[in-house]
């Protein structure tokens, strides 16, 4: 009897594991506890920190729907964690090229626009985009340029203007990158002289060997952690979108900004609803209060970014509605290019070439192949001789 | 009998968790990322990085026997230390794993930086900041920083079940101190020096975090690499077919150290 008690046992537990999770998700769902899951860029939301407002609580007051906000550093991760699953969102805030991929890939759902009348604030000059021409599937989140933030302290004003700042090896060791394959390679194509949405794998292939050549320079590759690593003079050099130069700009205010003469990316980052998404409602509830035009105005404002609304400019402290690094002349935005979707072998190409340039230089000297292989042909003899002494 | 009903569950666990996870793994890194076809390209796109698997079995090798050096002295005084001395040392050693290795990783990049702790103290000295970050030796010092406990640990365990007498029968038979130690007490130690050599040298051939924070822009570690053909450029294919490679690197390392110490009681370990 007692024999058998084990087993039994055993199978129990197992049984248990099994069913539980089965339980937990046939549980009826209570309307009164909806919770979206929202994915957005980190830093990129106003938290309530400096009395700022804090848009999510602000929306479960509003509405009682919860929030779960999560956040990601690049584009491409945000994709990859929305490829393999695992965890479905109902909100997710991309840039323009990647919702182009995701709608290619028909992983949005097209929103239900009776849900979002705050839509109608939207400026027309953000309709009808390269990457959503119909207005199906994206809400313009904000807009926004890629610069060059600097520290006058350390950094000669002659130097500045170009992207060229980012090659000079007066500053080496003190110069950051962009921790992801788009922004990087953009930034080469455009001192080629190349465009941004070049698919041709000769250019793509020049743009690596510029980055390689950059790369004995760069300080190390990232993204948010630019903000510490500026704010505390740990790096003099930094391309950076230009809404986020503000918020250090508050901390330090020795560090400088401009557009290079180049070029530069003009970029439109866009609220999105996944295939997935258990509560698109709630999703789109959440979607029009953030163009709500007053809730905008203070979230950009804590944000630096530019807002799509005309309508929200009003609320908005005048002295950010007339920066320049914000809202750039007619005259700079014409030297703005934006990014539109690669075809799929440029984009792995993309991703192949930009590990080429991360890895480069990670050769190592003959010195230390010679020890490697020493210590091996010891650990050998050792072995052999052990042998040897042992037969005897 | 009973024992063997009472491993069912862990015997269950291994073939969902570990198992099957593994064949999955091989299943990737022989197909291909677009159309899921059978392949071979995953495994020889691997050539171009042969350099960084050296590298990395290289800087580990060297924090395992940095660790070994520092750690067995460390071992020998506490296995000998009275009792309750010898539990508080042990908390010692034991307390800095209780806070997360990504926490104390940041710690040390505040301490080395140009604008760190260190650096801030020599420039008050009059002293130019120093290089000491994104470099090599800071790999290393962060994966002995790190690892050093579990080199440690094994080989307190050996030695404090080390029975005195033997020490004292050396002496008796007229060994003088170098050779009791040459002759009793480290051919005694080896399975704890080859269990802690494994138990470093794992987890520190494929870190990602410590050479990213610490280490320069040319210091790409494999785990770096794997980790961004998950992270960020959506190749599963080819991550797994890196972790499969390094993966039969680790059971190689780790059969030659089994052999070696194969004389002293066939050490195995997990």
């Given at each position: 009897m007692k024999k058998r008690v084990l087993p039994l046992f055993s199978a129990v537990l197992l049984l248990a594991l099994l069913v539980l999770p089965l339980g937990a998700a046939a549980a009826p769902e209570n309307d009164e506890n909806i919770t979206i899951n929202v994915y957005n860029w980190g830093?990129?939301?106003?938290?309530?920190?400096?009395?700022?407002?804090d848009v999510n609580r602000a929306f479960t007051e509003a509405t009682g729907i919860q929030v779960n906000y999560t956040t990601y550093d690049t584009n491409e991760s945000m994709y990859t964690k929305l490829k393999t699953g695992g965890a479905t969102y109902d909100v997710i805030i991309p840039s323009d090229y990647m919702i182009a991929r995701l709608i290619d890939e028909d992983m949005l759902r097209p929103l239900n626009f009776d849900n979002i009348?705050?839509?109608?604030?939207?400026?027309?000059?953000?309709?009808?985009?390269?990457?959503d021409p119909d207005n199906i599937y994206s809400v313009p989140y904000t807009w926004g340029t890629v610069g060059i933030i600097y520290n006058t302290a350390y950094v000669?004003?002659?130097?500045?203007?170009?992207?060229d700042l980012l090659w000079n090896s007066k500053y080496s060791g003190k110069i950051l990158m962009f921790d992801n394959c788009r922004d990087a390679f953009g930034i080469a194509e455009l001192s080629l002289g190349?465009?941004?949405?070049?698919?041709d794998p000769d250019e793509l292939r020049d743009a690596a060997e510029l980055l390689k050549a950059q790369q004995p320079l760069v300080q190390s590759y990232v993204m948010d952690q630019i903000f510490e690593t500026m704010e505390r003079e740990e790096a003099w050099i930094a391309p950076y979108y230009a809404g986020d130069f503000l918020l250090m700009y508050k901390e330090n205010d020795k560090l400088g900004f401009y557009f290079p003469e180049e070029g530069f990316n003009i970029f439109i980052d866009a609220m999105c609803i996944p295939?997935?998404?258990?509560?698109p409602e709630a999703a789109e509830a959440y979607i029009n209060f953030l163009c709500d035009p007053k809730i905008s105005a203070e979230n950009l404002e804590y944000l630096g970014y530019a807002t799509?609304?005309?309508?929200?400019?009003?609320?908005?402290d005048p002295e950010m509605t007339t920066s320049e690094v914000v809202y750039p002349t007619e005259e700079t935005l014409a030297r703005g290019e934006s990014f539109l979707v690669l075809d799929r072998e440029a984009t792995q190409l993309m991703d192949e070439l930009w590990l080429d340039v991360k890895t480069d230089g990670g050769s190592i000297s003959t010195g230390t192949i010679i020890a490697i292989v020493v210590i091996i042909l010891a650990i050998a003899m050792v072995f052999v001789t052990r042998k040897v002494r042992r037969k005897r | 009998m009973r024992n063997r009903f009472l491993a069912t569950p862990y015997l269950i666990w291994m073939i969902l968790f570990v198992l099957v996870p593994l064949a999955v793994v091989v299943y990737f890194a022989f197909?291909?990322?677009?159309?899921?076809a059978l392949t071979l390209h995953n495994i020889a796109r691997m050539g171009n990085y042969l350099s960084i698997f050296i590298k990395s079995i290289w800087l580990a090798l060297v924090s395992a026997v940095i660790c070994l050096v520092v750690g067995y002295p460390v071992a020998y005084f506490i296995a000998k230390a009275p009792a309750g001395l010898q539990r508080f040392l042990l908390m010692l050693i034991i307390?800095?794993?209780?806070?997360s290795f990504l926490l104390r990783t940041m710690a040390w990049v505040s301490l080395l930086e140009d604008t760190g702790v260190i650096n801030n103290f020599l420039g008050m000295l009059?002293?130019?900041?120093?290089?000491?970050?994104?470099n090599n030796a800071a790999i290393v010092l962060g994966m002995v920083y790190n690892y050093l406990p579990y080199m440690i640990l094994p080989l307190y365990t050996v030695l404090e079940k080390m029975d005195p007498r033997l020490i004292e029968a050396a002496q008796d038979l007229g060994c003088d101190d170098m050779q009791v130690f040459t002759k009793v007490t480290l051919p005694m130690s080896a399975p704890g020096i080859v269990s802690g050599i494994t138990m470093v040298f794992v987890p520190a051939v494929s870190t990602f975090y410590i050479s990213k924070k610490l280490?320069?822009?040319?210091?790409?570690?494999i785990g770096d690499v794997i980790e961004s053909q998950f992270?960020?450029?959506?190749?599963p294919n080819f991550g797994a077919a890196l972790s499969l490679v390094l993966m039969i690197l680790i059971f190689i390392c780790i059969g030659l150290t089994n052999r070696v110490s194969g004389d002293e009681k066939g050490a195995m370990l997990v």
């Amino acid at each position: 009897m007692k024999k058998r008690v084990l087993p039994l046992f055993s199978a129990v537990l197992l049984l248990a594991l099994l069913v539980l999770p089965l339980g937990a998700a046939a549980a009826p769902e209570n309307d009164e506890n909806i919770t979206i899951n929202v994915y957005n860029w980190g830093q990129y939301i106003s938290d309530g920190t400096d009395g700022y407002i804090d848009v999510n609580r602000a929306f479960t007051e509003a509405t009682g729907i919860q929030v779960n906000y999560t956040t990601y550093d690049t584009n491409e991760s945000m994709y990859t964690k929305l490829k393999t699953g695992g965890a479905t969102y109902d909100v997710i805030i991309p840039s323009d090229y990647m919702i182009a991929r995701l709608i290619d890939e028909d992983m949005l759902r097209p929103l239900n626009f009776d849900n979002i009348p705050n839509y109608k604030y939207i400026d027309n000059a953000f309709l009808n985009t390269d990457y959503d021409p119909d207005n199906i599937y994206s809400v313009p989140y904000t807009w926004g340029t890629v610069g060059i933030i600097y520290n006058t302290a350390y950094v000669d004003e002659a130097d500045t203007g170009s992207w060229d700042l980012l090659w000079n090896s007066k500053y080496s060791g003190k110069i950051l990158m962009f921790d992801n394959c788009r922004d990087a390679f953009g930034i080469a194509e455009l001192s080629l002289g190349y465009s941004l949405n070049t698919n041709d794998p000769d250019e793509l292939r020049d743009a690596a060997e510029l980055l390689k050549a950059q790369q004995p320079l760069v300080q190390s590759y990232v993204m948010d952690q630019i903000f510490e690593t500026m704010e505390r003079e740990e790096a003099w050099i930094a391309p950076y979108y230009a809404g986020d130069f503000l918020l250090m700009y508050k901390e330090n205010d020795k560090l400088g900004f401009y557009f290079p003469e180049e070029g530069f990316n003009i970029f439109i980052d866009a609220m999105c609803i996944p295939k997935t998404s258990q509560h698109p409602e709630a999703a789109e509830a959440y979607i029009n209060f953030l163009c709500d035009p007053k809730i905008s105005a203070e979230n950009l404002e804590y944000l630096g970014y530019a807002t799509p609304m005309t309508e929200a400019k009003q609320y908005m402290d005048p002295e950010m509605t007339t920066s320049e690094v914000v809202y750039p002349t007619e005259e700079t935005l014409a030297r703005g290019e934006s990014f539109l979707v690669l075809d799929r072998e440029a984009t792995q190409l993309m991703d192949e070439l930009w590990l080429d340039v991360k890895t480069d230089g990670g050769s190592i000297s003959t010195g230390t192949i010679i020890a490697i292989v020493v210590i091996i042909l010891a650990i050998a003899m050792v072995f052999v001789t052990r042998k040897v002494r042992r037969k005897r | 009998m009973r024992n063997r009903f009472l491993a069912t569950p862990y015997l269950i666990w291994m073939i969902l968790f570990v198992l099957v996870p593994l064949a999955v793994v091989v299943y990737f890194a022989f197909t291909d990322v677009n159309s899921g076809a059978l392949t071979l390209h995953n495994i020889a796109r691997m050539g171009n990085y042969l350099s960084i698997f050296i590298k990395s079995i290289w800087l580990a090798l060297v924090s395992a026997v940095i660790c070994l050096v520092v750690g067995y002295p460390v071992a020998y005084f506490i296995a000998k230390a009275p009792a309750g001395l010898q539990r508080f040392l042990l908390m010692l050693i034991i307390l800095p794993m209780c806070i997360s290795f990504l926490l104390r990783t940041m710690a040390w990049v505040s301490l080395l930086e140009d604008t760190g702790v260190i650096n801030n103290f020599l420039g008050m000295l009059g002293i130019g900041p120093l290089p000491l970050i994104r470099n090599n030796a800071a790999i290393v010092l962060g994966m002995v920083y790190n690892y050093l406990p579990y080199m440690i640990l094994p080989l307190y365990t050996v030695l404090e079940k080390m029975d005195p007498r033997l020490i004292e029968a050396a002496q008796d038979l007229g060994c003088d101190d170098m050779q009791v130690f040459t002759k009793v007490t480290l051919p005694m130690s080896a399975p704890g020096i080859v269990s802690g050599i494994t138990m470093v040298f794992v987890p520190a051939v494929s870190t990602f975090y410590i050479s990213k924070k610490l280490g320069g822009t040319d210091a790409a570690l494999i785990g770096d690499v794997i980790e961004s053909q998950f992270k960020a450029a959506y190749n599963p294919n080819f991550g797994a077919a890196l972790s499969l490679v390094l993966m039969i690197l680790i059971f190689i390392c780790i059969g030659l150290t089994n052999r070696v110490s194969g004389d002293e009681k066939g050490a195995m370990l997990v």
